[in-house]
């Protein structure tokens, strides 16, 4: 495998990582809407939704390394440290909740409702994590944006909107602190951070796939 192979395998993996993501948080959006969490973990469509997810997750992160080493150069320290900041994060959101869904959230909605109702306390440990992650993207989001935003990466755009993802990210918390919210509207609303992030990784791994795709040759007699 060349190289050039290998950076467009990992931006295919970024784009289809991210768009199956998104496809997984408004389906989720739609199945949560109005239900407690002892009820739609039950679903038969729960585990499929949130296995897209972590499918989705871990396609991502997977690509996160190569997409970095193809502009180390411009983006430097600065890059780095955002990229970084970004999996680590999104080791919890996008791999930790995902898998928590599939794996824990029906078992526990069958053999113990009470830990996932509504209602239910959250553990500290969960919040710590949560909180953690949450200031990890927020700060890796505006490093990596800087390099954009400066004109050494392009487009300029990506770099305004890795900060608003998280700062979406963070509102949507704050909009539904405890979980999926009752209201479809607000659901979807709450989940524009995680859509915003993908859209624009997703977009770096669909140019990392096409700037390295195969130069067609000319055919003999062809100028």
């Known amino acids: 495998m060349t190289i050039s192979q290998f950076y467009r395998i990992s931006g295919l993996g970024i784009l289809i990582g991210a768009i199956a993501f998104v496809v997984h948080i408004v389906l989720r959006s739609l199945v949560t809407a109005g239900l407690d969490p002892s009820t739609f973990a039950k679903q038969d469509l729960w585990v499929p939704i949130n296995a897209l997810g972590v499918v989705g997750a871990a396609l991502v992160l997977l690509g996160l390394p190569t997409m970095y080493a193809k502009m180390a150069g411009p983006t430097g320290l ?34 113990a409702p009470s830990l996932v109702a509504a209602s239910a306390p959250i553990p500290a440990g969960f919040i710590i994590a949560f909180i953690a992650s949450l200031v990890a993207e927020s700060v890796g989001s505006v490093l990596l944006a800087i390099p954009f935003i400066r004109g050494r990466v392009q487009p300029r755009w990506v770099g305004y909107v890795l900060p608003g993802a998280a700062l979406l990210t963070v509102v949507g918390n704050l909009i539904a602190p405890t979980g999926p919210a009752t209201n479809l509207a607000i659901n979807l609303l709450s989940n524009m951070g995680p859509v915003l992030l993908m859209g624009a990784l997703g977009y770096l791994g669909s140019r990392l796939w096409s700037e390295h795709a195969p130069a067609k040759q000319a055919e003999p007699g062809v100028r």
């Open 78 to 111: 600065l890059g780095l440290l955002g990229v970084v900041l970004i999996a680590l994060a999104w080791m919890f959101f996008g791999l930790f909740l995902s898998l928590y869904s599939v794996l824990v959230a029906p078992w526990l909605a069958d053999q």
